[in-house]
Nanobody
């Protein structure tokens, strides 16, 4: 089993920054891709960013490309999401997820383990 715990969410004004962390414990995830998703109440969970096991390649949704950066520190079993130039449209619950394989995918079914989520609120 794998446990994921997100932290770092909160409230920020538009144009500000936040850094989310995802602490991973349990079974080793060093061979799995890791991802961040977000969900607004009443809408589907959407892919935000993903990173391959060695951190050498990343993938982003068009809506966050150039503003967000995903990274991972396998020695610390932690995944990060640096979010810059935030807008009210970024307001959502953000979830960390461990993929079933080493491939970064944008579909929720490609991820086997999920955290409980952390709320990010951006005011205008």
């Amino acid at each position: 089993q794998v446990q994921l715990v997100e932290s770092g969410g909160g409230w920020v004004q538009a144009g500000g920054s936040l850094k989310l962390s995802c602490a991973v414990s349990g079974r080793a995830t060093s061979g799995r891709a890791m991802g961040w998703f977000r969900q607004v109440s009443g809408k589907d969970r959407e892919f935000v960013a993903g990173v391959i096991p060695d951190g050498g390649s990343t993938r982003y949704s068009d809506s966050v490309k150039g503003r967000f950066a995903i990274s991972r520190d396998n020695a610390k079993n932690t995944v990060y999401l640096q979010m810059n130039n935030l807008t009210p449209e970024d307001t959502a619950v953000y979830y960390c997820a461990a993929a079933r394989t080493s491939v970064v995918g944008s579909y929720t079914w490609m991820y086997a383990y999920w955290g409980q989520g952390t709320q990010v609120t951006v005011s205008s």
